[in-house]
């Protein structure tokens, strides 16, 4: 991590992260502009150049690439546990599989629609450990780095929920397991020769970055940003690697080893893409093979439910065993009928592992059937 420091010039200890990534754009972003104004002062002349940015050809090609899904429509995906094609409507970037509730995907055009800014509490966090962070790295205390990066990663998942998986939100053992999993990998990568010194060559390419356009809105250089490009795709593999070496698979919640890249690709083209000229932004989404498609929602054969946890309405598609309310992110077992409420009369299905909950409607003890 070490993404707020009050030293600009150096460079993000951490790995190719969604939030790493958006807060290494955005400093950039400040530091381009820094330097166009400075430029400006110095000509005293406006600069406006030939850039394509901020044009309408530029917000039309770009935002279509990061709006929003259109309603009714679902992004094309597999499920890579049991096979099966999603077909229900997703609200969140996290695409959880209708029948199993596996992870399957990452949407996103979805993700771009939430703020993913980290909250002024994390940026305290990071600051106020990261010399600790340093010195347990310097004194190669793997274990006292462990501890603070699970400080960090535990204020990120209450304070940047969109950058979390919805499942988060409600159930605490997958946050505390989301957590761990994620200090675990900061831990491997920071102890990692080969990550530190991709990170280092990362630095370099950005500082390396050119801009033009205006102010307001500048605009990388191509030339300049395929080196960055290039050496992503290497720290992806090492990433890959790293998986598995230092046990991160096991413990993964979401065991999305095949969505490890696709992450770290999303995060970054969410920093850059409004940066990159129209033509650059599309090769970008080629090369990164993020171009989705969307397919219309087929939900015509799906059994209505009710969550146990939030009361949210659910589908269950015919031989669906489990699902991820999206609306509070529990996992739902499809494996048992809707119970009724004695109090309110309301029907849910519990949780996986529930026996209980109390009605999301009235809050009254709802049981599990053969419970008594
Ligand atoms: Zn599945
Ligand atoms: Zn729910
Ligand atoms: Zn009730």
Redesign the pocket.
Known sequence: MGLFKKNPQEPPAGRPSIADHMALAKQMQAQAMQQMAALQQASQASQTSGAAVGSMTWVRQVLAILAPPQPGFVKRCTCVVCGAPKKLPTVTAYVYCDYCASLIDYDLRRACEGDTTPGPEYAATVNSTHAASQAALAAGNPDAYRDLQRRVYEVYAANVPMAVSHRAKNDPAYRSAYVAYMAEAAVARAFDPASQALEAEMKQRVMSLRYSGNMMSPTVAPESFWPMVETLEKQIEVGKTLYRSAGLAELDPDHAEHLTGKFAWSGFCQGWLGMLPADAATQLLDRTGLKNEYVPVQAEDGQPRH?G????ELSALPGAKAVI?D????T?DLGGAEIGCAACGATMTLPAGADRVACPFCQAQVERAGMR
Request: hydrophobic share 10%; charged share 10%.
């Open positions: 969550c946890g939030c009361g949210g309310c609306g509070c992110g529990r739902i």
